[in-house]
């Protein structure tokens, strides 16, 4: 895992980009924060009552005076960004109501990279996913052409680096939504100094088996080709069909995918979720994530339970993906 922060450091030199952290009293963010304003590579923005702030992160013995805070209750621009929130709503919301949201953190801190003033935002150390995604989702939104987010993990194993998708949002996605998550997921590996090699995911290979299901991954790989005629990707596949050249070779001869593919696109959660814990627990691969995609700027959700180091690691991805 090192390997790939190494990397991540290293393109991120000299870039000083902003990442807001919604949750600006917790000692986990607050640890984290002080470390990447230390070694300069970003600069962490916390968010909540200044003076609450600095009272806990002396209470834990931590320098944050390489860190911006700031107030959602005495923030200057205030009601440029109101005014900002109420036309991004689009009359879904009062002017009454758009001051109140906004004193929320996660609110006020999507606005803040909305409005340009950071590059990106990392929370759900004490919210939940919903706390965090609801608000990008209404504010900063989708790209254009994508109508869902979705989210993956980057498997890590000493030089070895795979993709896995959706592993944390769209519980029974349809072919429309595999597609998207499939070129999204592409353009993520890129990211990551990985060469996409997309395989579609079933429990079918080339029409062993035929269902809806089936059907619906094989329906997914035709739209996901019209949205990216470069993208290297074929499928459905079998895991092993996908993974292992010798069985590939078996299964699926004249396959685009000669068991060599990186980036794997799960028929659905429960498959996604299982499958990276699997490759966790027992292939001990590094689960790095999950990373929202599909996003016009970066915000991704932490884990309640998470430790410093992966909010280093979050914010460390996120602004990368800026």
Known sequence: ????????????????????????????????????????????????????????????????????LLDPHQFQEFDKMVDAFVERRKGKVTMEQAQQALLDENYFGTMLVYMDYADGLVSGATHSTADTVRPALQIIKTKEGIKKTSGVFIMVRNEEKYVFADCAINMSPDSQDLAEIAVESANTAELFDVDPRVAMLSFSTKGSAKSEETDKVVDALELAKEKNPSLVIDGEFQFDAAFVPSVAEKKAPDAVIKGDANVFIFPSLEAGNIGYKIAQRLGEFEAVGPILQGLNKPVNDLSRGCSTEDVYNLALITARQA
Request: overall charge negative.
């Open 1 to 68: 895992m090192s390997h790939l922060f190494d990397q991540i450091n290293d393109q991120l030199k000299n870039e000083n980009k902003k990442i807001v952290f919604p949750e600006g009293q917790d000692e986990r963010i607050l640890t984290a924060a002080s470390q990447l304003g230390a070694i300069g590579i970003v600069k962490p923005v916390l968010l909540g009552s200044e003076e609450a702030i600095k009272q806990q992160a002396d209470s834990i013995d931590v320098d944050i005076s390489s860190c911006e």
